[in-house]
């Protein structure tokens, strides 16, 4: 089985708070990204977003999109103009190459809000949870059926946070809809990320490695704290450097037949941690477990068209 080292650059650039940002430019970020042994990156804010723009910025850095955020707002909007806002990013992610665009809910949402405690987030009914998985349904055939499967986020401070949620969800929808699998957001949920994926791995199709600091997750307060306060905190970092037991969860994906990209994510201050050193160091600490559990990592940088779907 191949396996393929992607990273967000949101240790560089953090798009909810944009204070823990570090000034660097895209062709900096990227070079460090590739330095640091990554073959693909996530589409960020400071990206051009068209193809005649974009591709040559990636092919100098020998660096593909490897996934990339899409706003939803299914939850309350309109499926056909949900369809037209998706579609520049959809024609951009194809002409790239990438393997799926990220869905995240952001309608109904706490998870931008610092003001919002986390224990107030919005908790959908089972008939709501029904809707919007069928809607999410038939929004995810549509994109799949113009070359861009989705890949659906569980995300703290949304509707699909917890695990139960999950659960939910992926019963009110159908196999169009794939789960990405986020460590670091399952463990702040609450969830066992070992038992959702021996649960949901069929679903899963695209994977974020994020680290958890666990003398802060202790002390998380949901009732006072914001998702935004935890990540100012210092609750995420990145694999190596935290203390999430990651190489049965490695193990147990190779053992179920994942394929595909493994994508460090971790929101970070760029002060404290520095987004080349800790870039180095969860690149080194991902393919070190990759190949313990019996992956052959791909290493050779991006050349054209016949890389990974």
Avoid at 247 to 264: N, S, T
Wanted: net charge negative; hydrophobic share 35%.
């Amino acid at each position: 089985m191949r396996a393929y080292p992607g990273i967000s650059p949101i240790a560089w650039w953090n798009d909810d708070l944009e204070e823990l940002s570090e000034d660097v430019s895209l062709r900096e970020c990227l070079r460090q990204c590739r330095a640091a042994g990554f073959l693909g990156v996530e589409n960020g804010r400071r990206f051009p977003q068209t193809p005649q723009a974009l591709l040559p910025v990636l092919n100098e850095a020998g660096l593909r999109v490897c996934g990339g955020w899409f706003s939803g707002h299914l939850l309350t909007g309109d499926l056909e103009e949900e369809k037209d806002r998706i579609l520049p990013q959809l024609e951009l992610f194809r002409a790239a190459g990438a393997p799926c665009i990220t869905y995240g809910e952001t309608a109904g949402s706490i998870q931008g809000r610092r003001e919002r405690p986390l224990a107030t987030k919005r908790v959908l009914s089972e008939d709501e949870m029904r809707t919007y998985g069928h809607r999410l349904t038939a929004f995810a055939e549509w994109c799949a059926d113009r070359g861009m499967p989705l890949s659906y986020h569980h995300h703290m401070g949304a509707v699909v946070q917890t695990g139960p949620e999950i659960e939910a969800l992926l019963r009110h929808s159908g196999p169009a809809l794939p789960l990405l699998y986020d460590t670091g957001h399952l463990v702040l949920a609450g969830a066992d990320p070992l038992e959702v994926l021996d649960r949901h791995h069929a679903r899963i199709n695209q994977v974020h490695l994020k680290d958890v600091r666990s003398g802060i997750l202790r002390t998380v307060n949901p009732r006072r704290e914001s998702f935004l306060d935890t990540v100012v905190r210092g609750v995420f970092t990145v694999p190596g450097d935290g203390d999430l037991a990651f190489p049965p969860i490695v193990d147990r994906l190779a053992g179920y037949g994942y394929e595909g990209w493994f994508v460090v994510e971790a929101e970070q201050d760029p002060r404290p941690c520095p987004p080349e050193t800790m870039a180095r160091r969860g690149g080194a600490t991902v393919v070190r477990l990759l190949r313990e559990a019996g992956y052959s990592v791909v290493e050779e940088p991006w050349r054209g068209p016949d890389s990974p779907r």
